[in-house]
């Protein structure tokens, strides 16, 4: 059954809406912005906007409202569409059941782009209101040259920035800017909170930001080094891309018109070290954790989840797979994560309080299986040159030190030299690929049918794994049989039999 005249989602029409749709039950006239996020996307939407509506929904305290920043023009269409909307949205809950829940999401206040008003946005996280700076600016956005873990002053932006500091292009110059406009003005900094799929990703924010300022503003480090805080987390939540179907359905068969919802799944998890500048919202009242080490749960989350996820988008993408759930019910794919989970992965984790490993290994291959979340492998290759130097080669790096297993992770990373060398799958379908690196890994990788090993002249990605000749031979192995038979699923049979 089709509804006729969708409801416009704003606002002015919240009372309105059909009556199984979740609205805010607080004052949103009355919402102050304690929160500043930088990368409004799918899964900040679905994580912490959804605990802090939750928690203002149960607690009434107000303060919590969520300024969203974009830094890219590419965040024009988000900004445009949530302001059209009144920066609500729903967030679309889908159970591997079936079962859907619809909620509209009410925390965010505004969005400003920085490219707009540059000083609009250092004003704002200076502003006294404000006691957190959250940030999903994804792995690269962190810039840091993965070899050495540095910060990469050569990057064209970063010289830029340096060079234009009250017009930046980065997050570190917005954070630089408002957190010199604190100190000179003799206020408490504001938290910096890190969101992002980096194992101790707060002290990876810090370290970049203190490598930045400490270029141009020796007292401004110092100060930041002494005052501010930026907690570890871990964050969790499986968010695929908004499809066109999703607004189609909500229009459809809900009744609600939103231009831009997320999808999500159930599972939500966030765990945070306890440690903030200023006060912060009570998220244990709603589900986080708080802890004083968070590394065993991120190492954990971070290796297995995100590597899971890069392992089934790599090898699927050129076996012709189009999303996860369906490459994980395929069983081969399914036995080869496993095996590459309980062989390569387990042994490097630490022991995790409270967490039995099986078990969440269980879990994820659950989740993974929703067939109501429709992950593309797309999604999960975009930007895979960070993604597979912080998710898989630190696993790989740990088993050739300590002559643990490498063959699954090695395939990996043949499969990704066949994926950008070739950029069609096994039946000649274009890949669609995303990242910033892009060229340059078709540049080498298309050396390989001359060289086998032309590929891991990527240093900054391979320069600690080839210093292993075990893993070397591995590999000329793999990238050998690919090239000669071009059938990825055999030499994954191959690996689990
Ligand atoms: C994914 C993550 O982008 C990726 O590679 O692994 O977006 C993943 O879905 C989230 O981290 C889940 O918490």
Redesign the pocket.
């Known amino acids: 059954m089709t509804i006729e005249n969708a409801i416009v989602l704003n606002q002015a029409n919240l009372s309105a809406l059909p009556s199984d749709v979740a609205v805010p039950n607080y004052d949103r006239s009355k919402v102050t912005a304690g929160i500043v996020h930088i990368g409004v996307g799918g ?1 900040h939407r679905s994580h912490e906007a959804f605990y802090t509506d939750e928690f203002m929904q149960q607690s009434g305290d107000l303060s919590w409202g969520i300024c969203g920043v974009g830094l890219r023009e590419g965040d024009r269409k988000m900004q445009s569409i949530l302001k059209e909307q009144d920066y609500l949205y729903t967030l679309i809950v889908r159970h591997p059941n079936g079962q859907v829940e619809n909620r509209v999401i009410g925390c965010l206040t505004d969005f400003i782009l920085s490219c707009d008003a540059p000083q609009k946005v250092v004003d704002k996280m200076a502003s006294d209101e404000t006691k957190i700076v959250s940030l999903t600016i994804t792995e690269g956005g962190y810039n840091f040259n993965p070899v050495t873990d540095e910060f990469d002053f050569s990057h064209p932006d970063v010289v830029h920035d340096l060079a234009n500091p009250s017009s930046p292009r980065l997050v570190f110059g917005y954070l630089a800017a408002a957190l010199k406009l604190r100190k000179d003005a003799g206020k408490k900094p504001f938290t910096v909170q890190s969101c992002d ?1 980096i194992q101790h990703n707060g002290n990876m924010t810090r370290k970049m930001l203190l490598a930045y300022v400490g270029h141009c503003d020796q007292d401004l480090a110092a100060w930041i080094a002494e005052e501010v805080q930026f907690p570890n987390a871990m ?5 695929p891309a908004t499809t066109p179907a999703d607004m189609t359905y909500l229009a459809n068969d809900v009744g609600v018109k939103d231009n831009w919802p997320v999808v999500c799944e159930p599972f939500i998890q966030w765990i945070i070290e306890d440690k903030f500048s200023d006060a912060r919202p009570l998220w244990e009242q709603v589900g986080a954790q708080f802890v004083s080490d968070v590394t065993p749960y991120e190492k954990m989350k971070i290796r297995l ?2 590597a899971g ?2 392992v089934l ?1 790599i090898l699927g993408s050129i076996e012709e797979q189009e999303t996860i759930d369906g490459a994980v019910q395929e069983p081969t794919f399914a036995r080869y994560l496993r095996l590459f989970m309980d062989k390569e992965v387990t042994p490097v984790l630490d022991p995790v309080e409270g967490i039995d490993l099986t078990e969440y290994k269980d879990v994820l291959f659950e989740r993974f299986a929703n067939p109501n979340i429709k ?1 593309s492998l797309s ?2 290759c ?1 930007e895979s040159s960070s ?1 597979v130097a912080t998710f898989l080669i630190p696993t790989l790096l740990h088993n050739l030190e300590n002559d643990g297993d490498i063959a699954c992770a090695t395939l990996v990373l043949a499969a990704w030299c066949y994926y950008s060398d070739k950029q069609v799958n096994q039946n000649g379908k274009a890949l669609d690929i995303n990242d910033i690196m892009a060229t340059e890994l078709h540049d080498v990788a298309k050396k390989t049918s001359a060289d086998a090993l032309a590929f891991l002249a990527l240093e900054s990605i391979f320069a600690e794994v080839k210093k292993y000749p075990r893993f070397v031979t591995e590999y000329k192995r793999q990238i050998e049989t690919l090239y000669a038979n071009g059938d990825i699923k055999s030499q994954m049979q191959a690996i689990t039999q």
């Open positions: 899964f799929n964050v969790d939540r499986i968010t989840l995100n996820h890069s988008g992950d999604r999960i975009l993604k």
